[in-house]
């Protein structure tokens, strides 16, 4: 078992050795009428961290927090979460300034009161590489699979598909090392 954890540690100080990383996030914010034709603001602000495995493939994760409304059982709901989404990424398109990319994963949202939210599908974006170390990002849109559960309920809400929505356009920046 000792020589099983001391490879895995050699394997990750060398490929740490040999990528490079990136830290920074992104914020977001939309407004948007409710069901009641009230006007209604969601935000988030998403910290993220990432290593280039090489030049076309990283893996990182986003942890996050935010407020947001959710809409259940007929009911708009304003909420404050905790999210968690880590992702691997493919660089598609490469150029001098401009990247496009798009990130596969996994997210989870954890909403004060117990609603639990579950995604699993692809992001579109697009970076502009202002420098060698300062990348400004943004990504647009979801396609995948999305679920909602309230706490105690044996129901849950899915969703199949894409959205190119305000609420799903992120802006951000890097600062790579």
Same mark, same amino acid.
């Given at each position: 078992?000792?020589?099983?954890?001391?490879?895995?540690?050699?394997?990750?100080?060398?490929?740490?050795?040999?990528?490079?990383?990136?830290?920074?996030?992104?914020?977001?914010?939309?407004?948007?009428?409710?069901?009641?034709?009230?006007?209604?603001?969601?935000?988030?602000?998403?910290?993220?961290?990432?290593?280039?495995?090489?030049?076309?493939?990283?893996?990182?994760?986003?942890?996050?927090?935010?407020?947001?409304?959710?809409?259940?059982?007929?009911? =708009?709901?304003?909420?404050?979460?905790?999210?968690?989404?880590?992702?691997?990424?493919?660089?598609?398109?490469?150029?001098?300034?401009?990247?496009?990319?798009?990130?596969?994963?996994?997210?989870?949202?954890?909403?004060?009161?117990?609603? =639990?939210?579950?995604?699993?599908?692809?992001?579109?974006?697009?970076?502009? =590489?202002?420098?060698?170390?300062?990348?400004?990002?943004?990504?647009?849109?979801?396609?995948?699979?999305?679920?909602?559960?309230?706490?105690?309920?044996?129901?849950?809400?899915?969703?199949?598909?894409?959205?190119?929505?305000?609420? =799903?356009?992120?802006?951000?920046?890097?600062?790579?090392?």
């Amino acid at each position: 078992m000792k020589k099983i954890l001391l490879s895995f540690a050699v394997a990750c100080v060398s490929l740490a050795a040999s990528a490079q990383g990136y830290v920074g996030g992104s914020i977001g914010i939309a407004s948007s009428k409710d069901g009641n034709s009230e006007n209604v603001t969601t935000y988030q602000v998403l910290p993220e961290v990432g290593i280039n495995l090489d030049e076309n493939w990283a893996i990182g994760t986003v942890v996050g927090w935010g407020k947001s409304n959710v809409n259940i059982a007929n009911e =708009n709901l304003v909420n404050n979460y905790f999210k968690l989404e880590p992702y691997v990424r493919y660089t598609f398109a490469r150029s001098k300034y401009v990247n496009g990319f798009i990130d596969g994963g996994f997210g989870y949202q954890h909403y004060r009161g117990g609603i =639990n939210a579950w995604s699993v599908g692809l992001k579109p974006g697009v970076s502009v =590489n202002v420098s060698p170390k300062v990348s400004f990002i943004a990504h647009v849109g979801f396609a995948g699979w999305k679920s909602v559960k309230l706490k105690g309920s044996s129901v849950d809400a899915h969703t199949w598909g894409a959205s190119l929505d305000g609420n =799903n356009i992120t802006f951000g920046v890097y600062y790579n090392f």
